[in-house]
């Protein structure tokens, strides 16, 4: 059973045209994660949300956005792509309780920016 | 500047041997530390995590922390090609900080 899904999984684009990925989880967790993985890096925080709380990480470019309009709905908004932000942008959701630090992660979206 | 150092390899071991992989961290006051393995195009899950000095065991897969040299290892005995993967270690710090990986490679 799918509990974190991402969608779409691969999303072309063009320099400069907004893209929306989407992400869904079925387990009721109350953090929702954003991670952008680049080819052979550490998956970097991006933003997070604990419950409607959202958590910018300082370094984040203005160029991302994110909403979460319930508990089981997260997007990410990159208003205007550029080249260097053709990633995995993984999705991931934690628990209040139990152990801390065990992420959920979804399947991933690959952006290309063309 | 918090960071989770790894080397990224890549680590080649033939098939049943002991694979080490090996992950420093910079925060002295760390607490918690993870292993999360990601297949090439997946998302990474967890493996292991280690709260406390010492050595934490589960099956095939063997945790090691020295807080002291601040240093956290994975250890996996008799690999197998399936283990053929990323290996992330992380940190949490409020939030799970990732190192960029070891990749690991078993050969049959």
């Known amino acids: 059973d799918a509990m974190v899904i991402q969608n779409p999984r691969y999303q072309v684009t063009q320099f400069g045209k907004p893209v929306t990925l989407s992400c869904s989880q079925t387990l009721n967790h109350n953090v929702m994660y954003w991670y952008q993985q680049k080819s052979s890096q550490a998956p970097k925080l991006l933003f997070h949300y604990y419950d409607k709380d959202f958590n910018n990480e300082a370094d984040t470019p203005d160029n991302f956005q994110s909403r979460r309009p319930n508990t089981s709905f997260c997007f990410l908004d990159i208003r205007s792509p550029g080249l260097g932000d053709a990633a995995m942008y993984l999705c991931?959701?934690?628990?209040?309780?139990?152990?801390?630090?065990?992420?959920?992660f979804g399947e991933g979206s690959r952006l290309t920016v063309l | 500047q918090k960071e989770v150092e790894q080397n990224s390899g890549p680590l080649s071991v033939p098939e049943g041997a002991i694979a080490s992989l090996n992950c420093t961290y910079s925060?002295?006051?760390?607490?918690?530390f993870f292993w999360y393995r990601q297949y090439s195009g997946k998302s990474p899950e967890l493996i292991m995590f280690i709260y406390s000095n010492g050595d934490k065991e589960d099956g095939r897969f063997t945790a090691q922390l020295n807080k002291a040299s601040q240093y956290v290892s994975l250890l996996i005995r008799d690999s197998q090609p399936s283990d053929s993967a990323t290996y992330l270690c992380a940190v949490w710090e409020g939030k799970l900080i990732f190192g960029q990986g070891t990749e690991l490679s078993v050969k049959p």
């Open positions: 925060d002295r006051g760390s607490q918690s």
């Open positions: 991931a959701t934690s628990r209040v309780t139990g152990v801390t630090g065990e992420l959920f």
